[in-house]
């Protein structure tokens, strides 16, 4: 019912800014997206179409100690489908350019002066299978660790991607 890009942004938005829970008590199943409540409004409209296109019902609360919307869904189907360990390689281009513009719309930031997209992100794997995937297609990127500061509790690095990237057919809200 979703499009193969449509499902790699699924993804790619879950690596970034989504939750899963399976509540014992009530036997009910939880994925969650947190999204900025002000400045993305487009990728909550975008992520709920996508939700409802796979006849879910996505519920939109707004988090009370965080300026921030959580965008709900009640699905067993969805919570395995997420919770399956996705293999970038196995996947095809329009899943992978689907998942790379997620994961710009969850922790990404598009510098329309200097010209660059930058991730930041704790999960390396993911990130170097994105570097060899825009790699394979002529896209530039570079990926490195970040300086930690104080309060961060892992390793995070930073990866950026040329701006070629919005040449391509992508689903990116922010790189618009």
Do not use: W
């Not at 969650?32 to 296109?53: A, Q, R």
């Not at 609360?61 to 390689?89: A, P």
């Not at 990130?127 to 570079?142: A, P, R």
């Not at 490195?144 to 057919?169: A, G, Q, T, W």
């Amino acid at each position: 019912m979703i499009s193969a890009k449509e499902e790699g942004y699924l993804f790619g938005l879950f690596e970034g800014d989504g939750y899963k829970i399976y509540d014992k008590n009530s036997r009910h199943y939880h994925v969650e997206f947190y999204l900025n409540s002000k400045k993305d409004i487009k990728i909550i409209k975008f992520l709920v179409s996508i939700l409802k296109k796979i006849s879910l019902n996505p519920n939109i609360y707004q988090d009370k100690r965080y300026d921030c919307k959580r965008v709900r869904v009640y699905s067993k189907s969805l919570f395995e489908l997420i919770s399956k360990n996705i293999n970038l390689n196995d996947k095809t281009q329009d899943f992978k350019i689907g998942f790379v513009s997620g994961l710009i719309d969850s922790e990404g930031y598009v510098s329309k002066k200097k010209h660059y997209i930058m991730i930041i992100n704790t999960n390396k794997e993911i990130l170097d299978k994105c570097y060899n995937f825009l790699s394979s297609i002529g896209i530039e990127s570079s990926l490195n660790k970040r300086k930690p500061s104080e309060k961060d509790m892992r390793n995070s690095y930073r990866f950026y991607i040329s701006v070629n990237f919005k040449r391509l057919n992508h689903l990116s809200i922010k790189a618009g």
